[in-house]
Structures are given as structure tokens and as C-alpha cells.
């Protein structure tokens, strides 16, 4: 077995991620923007790893921002969560669970930090659907097609502007 072929280990442990679920409503419809992730291109939530002195949800606004531009409002209340494995080159694999944040998009800033590493689109949530990886993820963007209401349970809002706090 050559190098290029040898199969990557598997980190045992399981590491926490939070995702931002951005969001709007376009002619009664819930539509979900998704990035491209830096590594392969596939399509994604926004994400990252917790952050020192932030809770979830502002971690994933923080994310949101630095990776789409975001600005909103998040959401306290988790929609839920999934798993995948994030591989990682010359280093061990990861398994993840994400908790995933909804954040109503108010504006999409033209500039933001890897503007020049991502992609990002407008997918209705049933579309978004099919184009994700993850099966978890699948079946919540299916959720959220079919009880849009969802999106807005908790009612506890906090603004999502990171990039006039740095």
C-alpha cells in the first residue's frame, strides 16, 4: 500500500461543532444559504469549533460571518444536530456533532474574511436537502421545508453582527 493509499485513523474522541441554519423567506418558501466547504467544494452549513467566551450560538453567528457575510439575528434554541466525519489530511479523522443554530438573515455583506475561499447560494431547504452530505442534516433541511415555523420557536433573538465587535 502506498502512502496516498493508506487509510487514515480514526480519533476516538468526538468533537463538538456549531452550525448557523441562515435563513429567509422567499415568496412563502424557506430558502437556506449554503457555502462551499475549503477543502472539496461540496456544499455546507457554515460551521466551526466552539470558541473561547461564546456561547454556541454566537460561535456559530461568528462562523456565519467570517464564512458568508452574515448579519441577523440567531436564535438561542438549537434546531437540532448532526454528525459527519471531518477528514482531515495527514492527520486522524474526526467524528463531529454540530448543533445547528437558526439565524434569519437580515443583510449579506460584500466583503467578509474568506470571501476568496468559499462560494456561497440561496437553495430552497427541500433543494438544500438533496445536496448535502450528511443524512442528519438531510432530514432536518427536510424539517424545515415542511414546518417552516420552526425556525422562529423560541422567540429569544440576539443580534448576529460579529464583524462590528472585532
Not at 45 to 66: I, N, S, Y
Not at 87 to 104: A, G, H, I, M, W
Not at 127 to 132: N, P
Not at 135 to 158: F, I, N, T, W, Y
Request: positive net charge; hydrophobic residues 35%; charged residues 30%.
Amino acid at each position: 500500500m502506498t502512502p496516498a493509499t493508506k487509510p487514515t485513523a480514526q480519533d476516538d474522541r468526538t468533537f463538538e461543532q456549531y452550525a448557523a441554519l441562515c435563513w429567509r423567506m422567499h415568496r412563502g418558501q424557506v430558502e437556506v444559504l449554503l457555502v462551499t466547504s475549503r477543502d472539496t467544494g461540496r456544499w455546507i452549513l457554515p460551521k466551526g469549533w466552539p470558541m473561547k467566551g461564546l456561547p454556541p450560538q454566537d460561535a456559530a453567528c461568528r462562523e456565519a460571518w467570517e464564512e458568508a457575510g452574515v448579519e441577523g439575528a440567531v436564535d438561542a434554541q438549537s434546531l437540532g444536530r448532526y454528525s459527519y466525519t471531518k477528514v482531515r489530511e495527514r492527520k486522524s479523522n474526526r467524528k463531529c456533532v454540530v448543533d445547528v443554530f437558526p439565524l434569519r438573515v437580515a443583510r449579506l455583506a460584500f466583503l467578509f474574511p474568506e470571501k476568496m475561499q468559499r462560494r456561497r447560494k440561496w437553495f430552497l431547504a427541500r433543494e438544500a436537502a438533496k445536496i448535502v452530505d450528511e443524512p442528519d442534516l438531510r432530514k432536518l433541511l427536510h424539517r424545515v421545508d415542511e414546518e417552516p415555523a420552526m425556525l422562529d420557536q423560541s422567540g429569544a433573538k440576539m443580534a448576529c453582527n460579529p464583524q462590528k465587535s472585532e
